[in-house]
């Protein structure tokens, strides 16, 4: 009677405590309630938990990969290195084979080299016999996310979400060439410091610092030699002036111009104009 409408385990307390008592009321309840089949099977999906990848030790040593599209009538197989956040993204046009996944992952390994573990969902192309030997290959550990739970692929579902938007933030802005918008959000992805590391993934990945268009408006910072030239424009000098099959001798000149720290345009006294290093090149004086 009291569980006749298959009403939540609060509810039916509530309305046994209004009409009657026993001893393990509430015990008796609960169990009532696991063994409803009816309320089994209609049972509410359990708040999620989930557990975190453990950090690499180092980068490109575990990847994520995922599809993303159709976006600009491509494909696009999505590829994230794990430790710093550096994607990649191939053009599949609209062929997500095993052949043409495994022909993008030999280019990527050209680049980079084979990683140590690569995370994808069940898709067919990832678990197909010729991945399973392209794996086998490179000594690549596979490991597959559960059906119907992307989460647990989250690195590279976050940034397929992040790719999409990208894409479209580009065509709403008027660009056409979809080479143009893949290397826009790459860029700015790949060039910009990611919230989770600090550091941008190009950075990270590449173990030095882009030289980006923020970069080129900075000043230049003084070196830590300043070279003083030896020489002064309207000094007397003398110069090595060489001769065909004759040992070179020494000509009066005068420094014209201050190419560089080191190097010198002079004239002679016939007026004319030599390149010359300061090494070829010695102090005259007057007397």
Same mark, same amino acid.
């Given at each position: 009677m ?27 309840? +609960? ?12 049972q509410?999906?359990?708040?999620? $938990?989930? @557990?975190?990848?453990?950090e690499?030790?180092?980068?490109? %040593? ?12 491509? !494909? ?19 062929? $997500? %084979? ?17 990683p ?5 969902d ?10 399973? !030997? ?17 989460? %647990? ?46 550091? +941008? ?7 030095? @610092?882009?030289r ?25 000098v ?19 111009? +201050?190419? +560089? ?7 002679? @006294? ?8 300061? @090494? ?8």
């Open positions: 009291l569980h006749r409408g298959h009403i939540g385990i609060i509810k039916m307390k509530h309305l046994a405590r209004t009409c009657c008592w026993w001893p393990n009321i509430d015990k008796d309840i +609960s169990d009532m309630i696991k063994s409803c089949t009816i309320c089994s099977k209609l509410p999906l359990q708040k999620p $938990t989930f @557990n975190s990848w453990k690499p030790k180092q980068v490109w %040593s575990r990847l994520h990969m995922d599809f993303a599209g159709p976006i600009m009538n491509s !494909k696009w197989l999505i590829i994230v290195d794990a430790k710093s956040k550096f994607p990649i993204v191939v053009d599949m046009k609209n062929n $997500t %084979s095993a052949k043409y996944v495994r022909d993008a992952l030999e280019q990527v390994i050209d680049w980079f080299g084979p140590q573990t690569l995370v994808t069940n898709g067919p192309p990832f678990n197909s016999y010729e991945m399973k !030997k392209f794996y086998d290959k490179y000594a690549i550990k596979h490991i597959t996310s559960p059906p119907y739970h992307p989460a %647990s692929n989250g690195l590279a579902e976050r940034f397929v979400r992040s790719f999409k938007e990208g894409m479209l933030k580009e065509q709403q802005a008027g660009q056409t060439n979809k080479f143009c918008s893949i290397r826009n959000v790459l860029r700015c992805y790949r060039w910009t410091p990611h919230t989770s590391t600090g550091l +941008s993934p190009a950075n990270m990945m590449l173990s030095y @610092n882009i980006t268009e923020f970069d080129i408006m900075k000043p230049d910072e003084p070196t830590e030699r300043q070279y003083q030239p030896k020489y002064t424009v309207g000094q007397l003398w110069t090595l002036k060489h001769q065909l099959n004759n040992r070179p001798q020494w000509v009066e000149a005068i420094i014209v111009k +201050s190419i +560089s720290s080191m190097i010198y345009e002079i004239q002679l @006294n016939d007026g004319q104009h030599y390149k010359r290093h300061q @090494n070829q090149l010695r102090p005259r004086y007057l007397s």
